[in-house]
């Protein structure tokens, strides 16, 4: 086995995984029972602080993103097809994902295997913004789920009602993300590896170059 004496950087030291897109591994950033929302610092690749969660917008699932995947021209495209125009751009960050659970997992800031079940597709502002849906492997309940229309209507509604409405701000009248619909498994496979090819050109290239 190889042994690695310094930390990994959480998006672009870690493998996505060996079974991609029907398998993947996926780094956790903020779990349900934290009031604050962290995400990771692109450059050190530690979490930091972005900003404290509203009392009554509490994530609903394990929350992340896929490491070694990028948000760019590929992923965006699906979007700009689903919006029926060319101006939609990719939010230049790795792709999210969202790991559901019965486990009570008490903090961020790790890896998890999971299976892609779909995902829902979003719109921050003029940039595409997917979450790909997932269940933890082996998972006793939600491990029996294979696609997202499986889920009972009202998780669905859930991430729903979270993804529009977590980067609101206090007196904002207008929301910040639109939500556009929801994928199944079979697109979610897709949205992974047009991530992979976004990530391989836009980040691999340019540093090997």
Known sequence: MEMHIHRAHPWHGISLGENV???VTA????VPTDTIKYEIDKISGYL???RPQKFSNIVPALYGFLPQTYSGKRV???TNIALNTEKVEGDG???DICVLTEKDVTHGDIIVKAFPIGG???LDRNQADDKIISVLKEDMIYGNYKNIYDLPEKILQRLIHYFTTYKDLPGEQDRRMKF????DVKVAYDVICRSREDYI???EYNVNK
């Open 93 to 95: 960050d790795p792709l």
């Open 21 to 23: 897109p029907e398998e």
């Open 27 to 30: 780094f956790i950033e903020i």
């Open 76 to 78: 965006a495209e699906l």
């Open 201 to 203: 050109r836009e980040i």
């Open 120 to 122: 829902l597709r979003l």
């Open 180 to 183: 556009i619909e929801v994928y």
């Open 48 to 50: 930091s602080v972005d």
